[in-house]
């Protein structure tokens, strides 16, 4: 399929793209023709991330970091826009997750989450405000259905991306008069992702799923990348605090997840 967006000349910075779903995403915005930058934890990972998403005439940048220090994100942002300029697209989709019973979660486990995606989502949309196209930069937040759908075994996902919506419209009321466009993108289920292996280990958990999903099947990485890059453009220029899931309907069928 294509739907020929054209990101040339755009810079475009995705947190958390180095694996899965936001790789998927970063991919789409190269292959658009824009110019990159990846950020994780892992050197190794980011190193193939940057290997990947190269093009000769625009190579991209990697940074290894942890979004829950913001000196470490500030910097990696810093330092990309002083090399290849202000940032027209920003994707915040770090994350972590493991299913847990509340009743047995540690504090620290609860707080290893929220951290990671509710203090690391501030701490990126804190830094990348200075360096954010204005007016027109678009920023997108990587969601989950747990931030609209209550779902067992994930109370720490729950209120973190719950938490996450709310910085996308609170942001949208304070970035809207700049230009600047912040939404929420909630990926439903994707097939063959880290955050799938964790939740539906095995195919029957598998199907399972898919049968909760009124379009009968799981997403792929090019499903949400395909609503990023239409809330990325000029298409979505009117579009700001919004939550779009991209999930086959498995939200409003209540996202059930058999976790128990
Ligand atoms: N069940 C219950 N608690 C768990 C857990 C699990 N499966 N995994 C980790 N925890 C707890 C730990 O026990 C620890 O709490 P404690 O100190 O009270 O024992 C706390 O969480 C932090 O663990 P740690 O391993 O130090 O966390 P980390 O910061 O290194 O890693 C995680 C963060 C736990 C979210 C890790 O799974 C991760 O890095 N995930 C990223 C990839 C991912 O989750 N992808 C899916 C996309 S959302
Ligand atoms: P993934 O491959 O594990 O992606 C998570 C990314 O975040 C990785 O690149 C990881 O790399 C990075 N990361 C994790 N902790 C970090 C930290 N503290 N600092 C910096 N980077 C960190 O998982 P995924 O399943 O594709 O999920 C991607 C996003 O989609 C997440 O926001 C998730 O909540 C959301 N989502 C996924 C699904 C699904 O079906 N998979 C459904 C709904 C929503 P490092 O390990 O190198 O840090």
Redesign the pocket.
Known sequence: MNFSFDFSGKNVFV????????LGIADAFVSAGARIGV????KD?VDTAVARLSRRDAPALGFS????EPQAVADALASFAQRQGKIDVLVS?????FPAAAAKLSPNGFKSVVD?DLL?SFNVMRAAWEHLTKPGASVIS?S??QAIVPMAMQVHVCAAKAGVDMITKTLALEWGPEGVRINSVI????DG????ARLAPDESARQGVIEGVPMRRMGTPQDIADACLFLGSDAARYITGAVLPVDGGWAVAGARMNLA
């Open positions: 947190f958390g793209g180095t694996s899965g779903i936001n950020a994780s934890r892992s990972k970091l942890d979004v829950r989709g770090a994350a972590g997750n990671i690391g990587i989950a259905p990926p439903g289920p994707i992702t880290e955050g799938m």
